[in-house]
């Protein structure tokens, strides 16, 4: 092969792998939320409600990821400063449940509701995080980002205040 030609296979090729590394580890991924099989620390079933008229928040997570644990901290802060009243957060990982109850009763996260998902997270296509989504209380996706949200930005906040 020319090399005048070698070169521009090679471009090519580093943008294709860089397309791919940003899409797998930096866009969240499509996924029905209510076709997860979803447990308690209890090992109970866990059922994603969206009647009620709270907006809910899903956070895929792990144990050891620490700006997982910064977000937590940060929800816990303004949930306790009434700004986040008509939020639901629920926290999944695929860890198991002693790893997720020894977590929780460390920090003692009040608001969040830690929920083991049965299958490897990286099946639903999530590969970092924390990865986040928010739905409406009628389960349309509102928002979805991998990384942290900052939810001490009022501003932010306010669009999805009813």
């Given amino acids: 092969m020319n090399k005048k030609y070698t070169g521009y296979v090679l471009v090519v090729l580093a943008i294709a792998i860089v397309v791919f590394q940003y899409i797998k580890y930096r866009v969240a991924p499509d996924f029905n939320l ?10 109970k079933p866990y059922q994603v409600s969206f009647n009620d008229d ?13 700006t997982c644990h910064q977000e937590f ?3 816990q802060g303004t949930k306790l400063k009434n700004q ?3 939020f639901k957060f629920i926290a999944i990982s695929d860890e198991s449940i002693e790893k997720l109850n020894h977590y929780n009763n460390n920090y003692n996260y009040q608001y969040i509701d830690f929920v ?5 997270v990286s099946e639903i296509g999530v590969h970092a995080f924390p990865t986040i989504y928010i739905f409406d209380n009628k389960g349309k996706l509102l928002y979805s980002k991998v990384g942290l949200v900052n939810w001490n930005d009022e501003k932010w906040l306010a669009q999805f205040k009813a």
């Fill in 34 to 43: 209510e076709s997860l099989k979803l447990e308690t620390t209890e090992g």
């Fill in 54 to 66: 709270k907006i809910i928040v899903v956070s895929f997570f792990t144990t050891w990821c620490g």
């Fill in 73 to 75: 901290k940060e929800i």
């Fill in 84 to 86: 986040l009243n008509n």
């Fill in 116 to 120: 083991h998902i049965t299958q490897n």
